[in-house]
């Protein structure tokens, strides 16, 4: 039985959350919208050094961006509010369902390497951490650190390099071959240029999560409660499964949850470097061109998602464990 | 592998890039963006690393591309460290409604994502890297304040700190004398690991491009390189060296942070008993 949470905290959290997603809302407008350059000016300077100052003039009349910036906010706010995301400039789509699209591509990728990458960084850690000290727990957080401090795209540009240039092995990018044009999407020509991504991914989530996890581990085992259960006699392996490991992931359920939030923007460089048709991708994209309103449904988005997911850890933690009284003060 | 060497190793190569990032003019023979040779030179005698595509020399580059990201990494931790300092320990200190106030905001602040936020941010500044590094300081303290804070509040509790307000200590003296000292090690912690962050996500910024790319740094290199096609075709000059020196102060930086960690936070070190 999961302890149950007081209704008002729970509303209390889900003000706060609230308010949040506003105060968010408004930062990233008011900056987007303040942001030197925009896009007709960006755009059509890259295609010609010379725009017809009627035609700026009747984009920004289209677009409402000669209204006052407290008018268009206010409009922005309502839009939103009734579910439109607005167009973007660039495609003249509309955004939410650009969006959609480029999401899913992410999600190929992102989708198994943050299971795997959290299955497998939760097992290492927990390993790791239980024997903490040991020589061989030593050797492998040494390994981690350094494998840790090599940036993400240099990660990357190496395995391209290696296994994809030198090897080939992988495809060197893109997310599909040139012969889909005659047989259509299929799903193993997919996969196999996400392999190397995914894999990547995986990596990356995994020695990150393997730090949290052993430090929890080591700072369970300190505990006065596994004195006892020793001192109680009982053997290691019902320690490590009942009293140590239980505890320690418990910190595990906030990060998971962060991490399927940060899904969003976790992987530009991978994006980047692989010329994967993602999300992260198309926000360098939608910066460079000061696609507005594309932005503006990125950030929506991924603040939905965060704030989402820090009301739900908390939620969670509070349920699972009955010693934390978040909101009460620490 | 002895622990203490690491740390000491560590520190000489960080010692050595401020080093060589503050006597950036003396040590490089070009300027960053002066054309100084044939493009695609390999290394050589003139040109240690050999120079780039336009015939820029790769060694001057490095040089002077170790201020912009230093300048960066640490201007920014620093005061995002500062920050989180200061506040944590005023409203941990005195409670009350100041910290009422602080730790709603930060509530409100918190969940707002801050990549994506800093991606805009550097389009918004571009012109100025010191700007740039002021912003991400403030963004990144937010999460500080709550640790620092919840530090703070445990060690006001302690007799020492009550000892010292019984001889009629101010409140300056205390949060300075007592409390600042106890929350050091954390503080030291959080700047190191904090200035490797900000400083690989710098260089990873410029990577993808969304830094002033008239400056140059380590992230633009590697990304002229890359994206020319310079290691397909084996030229190996133009794109390894940035990112070894990336990975150098990011692999210092990480064990010094590791080290100090270990030093004070007897949990981290311990033994299975």
Known sequence: ?330 | MNRQLIFWVSIAVLVMYIAIALAAPLIAPFGPTAITGTPLEPPGDEHLFGTNDVGQDIFAQLVFGARVTLLFGFCAALLSVLISTSVGIVIGYYGGLVDEIVSRAIDIFMPIPMFPLLIVLTTFFSPGILQISILMGVLGSIYGIRIIRSQVLSVSQTCFVEGARAIGASDIHIMSRHILPNVMPLVMVKFVSQSQHLLVMGVGLSFIGLWDTTTVDWGTMIQNAYSSGGMALGLWWWILPPGIVVIGISLALAMIGYSIEEKFNPRVGVNRL
Request: proline share 4%.
């Open chain 1, 1 to 330: 039985m999961l302890p149950m949470i007081s209704g008002r905290y729970l509303l209390r959290r889900i003000g706060y959350s609230g308010v949040s997603f506003l105060a968010c809302v408004t930062l990233t407008f008011f900056l987007l919208h303040l942001m030197p350059g925009d896009y007709i000016t960006n755009y059509l300077l890259w295609l010609s050094n010379k725009v017809p100052a009627e035609m700026v003039q009747q984009f920004y009349e289209q677009m409402g961006l000669n209204l006052p910036l407290t008018d268009q906010y206010i409009l922005y706010i309502i839009n939103i509010l009734q579910g439109q995301w607005g167009y973007s400039y660039q495609y003249g789509l509309p955004v939410f369902s650009m969006i959609m699209e480029k999401l899913c591509w992410s999600l190929v990728i992102l989708l198994p390497a943050t299971i795997l990458g959290i299955l497998i960084g939760t097992v290492m850690g927990a390993w790791s951490g239980w024997r903490s000290g040991s020589r061989k727990d030593l050797a492998l957080f040494n390994v981690m650190i350094v494998f840790r401090a090599i940036p993400e795209f240099w990660w990357a540009i190496m395995a391209v390099m290696l296994f994809s240039f030198s090897l080939q092995w992988f495809p060197l990018g893109g997310y599909s071959s040139i012969s889909i044009l005659s047989t259509g999407l299929t799903i193993a020509d997919v996969l196999y240029h996400a392999i190397l991504p995914i894999l990547l991914m995986t990596f990356f989530i995994a020695t990150g999560n393997y730090y949290v996890m052993r430090n929890s581990m080591i700072s369970v085992i300190g505990e006065d409660y596994i004195t006892t259960a020793r001192a109680k006699g009982l053997d290691e392996r019902t320690i490590l499964w009942r009293h140590a490991l239980k505890n320690a992931l418990l910190p595990m359920v906030t990060i998971t949850t962060f991490q399927c939030a940060a899904i969003i923007m976790g992987n530009v460089f991978i994006e980047t470097v692989f010329s994967w048709p993602g999300i992260g991708f198309m926000t360098t994209e939608a910066l460079r061109m000061r696609d507005l309103p594309l932005l503006e449904g990125i950030f929506l988005l991924d603040s939905l998602l965060t704030i989402g997911a820090m009301l739900l850890a908390d939620i969670l933690a509070t349920m699972i464990d009955p010693r934390i009284r978040m909101g009460n003060d620490e």
